[in-house]
C-alpha cells in the first residue's frame, strides 16, 4: 500500500500553484496600482495644463517604477534576512572576498605563467586581500544594516525593470491607441471639469496597469523563490 502511494498527493502541486498565483495577482497587482495612481494623475494635469498631448510613455515608465519599486523592497530583504539567519553576513562577506580575492590573485599570478611561485604567490596574497576587504564591506554596511541595503537594492531592480518594461508599454499604446485618445477621445472632453476628469482618469488607468504589471513580475518571482510569504 505504502509504495502505490504517491510522494505528491494529486492536485497538490496545482493548488500550491493556484494559491500563489491567485496572491500574486491580488497582493501584488494591487500594491503596485495603488501606489501610482497619484503620480499618474499629476502627470497628466500636468500635460493638461501645459495643452500638450498626453505623454503615454511617460506615464507607463512613471507606472512600471512605481509599481517594481512599491513591491520589489520584500523579496530583497527577505533574503537578506536568511543570509543573517543562516549564514551570517560577516561569514558572507570574508567567503564572498576570500573566493574573489584567490581568483582574481590567481589570475594575475597566471601573467607570469613561466615561474610556478608568483601563481601560487597571488593565489595566497589574493586571498587574505579579498578577506581582508570582504571584512570592511561587512563592517561598512553592518551600520546601515544589510536587510535594508538589499532591499533598496532589490526594490531599485525592480524599479528599474518596471521601468523599461513600462516604456515598451507606453510605446506599443501611443502606436495601437495613443493617437486616437489625444486627437478624438481626450479632446473631446472638453476644458471643463468634465475634461479635468478625463485626463485625470486616463493617467490613473493608464499609470495604474503598467504599476499592477510590475507589482505582479515583482510579487511573482519573490512569491514562487518563497520570498514573499
Known amino acids: 500500500m505504502l509504495r502505490n502511494r504517491p510522494i505528491v498527493p494529486p492536485g497538490a502541486l496545482q493548488n500550491w500553484a493556484r494559491l500563489r498565483a491567485y496572491k500574486t495577482m491580488y497582493v501584488g497587482g494591487g500594491q503596485g496600482a495603488r501606489f501610482v495612481v497619484l503620480p499618474g494623475v499629476r502627470v497628466a494635469l500636468a500635460n493638461w495644463s501645459a495643452g500638450i498631448p498626453m505623454n503615454w510613455a511617460l506615464l ?14 520584500v523579496p530583497g530583504h527577505k533574503l537578506a534576512s536568511l543570509i543573517g539567519q543562516w549564514i551570517g553576513w560577516k561569514r558572507f562577506w570574508e567567503a564572498i572576498g576570500l573566493i574573489g580575492g584567490a581568483i582574481g590573485g590567481f589570475m594575475l599570478g597566471l601573467v607570469f605563467i613561466w615561474a610556478i611561485v608568483p601563481v601560487f604567490l597571488g593565489l595566497i ?14 563592517q561598512a ?12 537594492l532589490s526594490a531599485a531592480s525592480f524599479g528599474a525593470v518596471g521601468f523599461g518594461v513600462g516604456q515598451i508599454l507606453g510605446a506599443a499604446f501611443q502606436s495601437i491607441l495613443g493617437v486616437y485618445m489625444n486627437t478624438q477621445v481626450l479632446p473631446a472632453s472638453g476644458e471643463a471639469l468634465v475634461g479635468i476628469l478625463g485626463w485625470m482618469l486616463a493617467g490613473a488607468v493608464a499609470s495604474g496597469l503598467s504599476g499592477a504589471l510590475a507589482g505582479i513580475v515583482a510579487d511573482f518571482i519573490g512569491r514562487f523563490t518563497g520570498l514573499v510569504d
Open 141 to 152: 554596511g553592518d551600520l546601515l544594516g544589510w536587510e535594508r541595503i538589499w532591499g533598496v
Open 125 to 138: 596574497l589574493g586571498a587574505q586581500g579579498g578577506l581582508f576587504l570582504g571584512r570592511k564591506l561587512y
Open 60 to 73: 507607463f515608465a512613471i507606472g512600471g517604477a512605481a509599481g517594481g519599486l512599491a513591491r520589489g523592497w
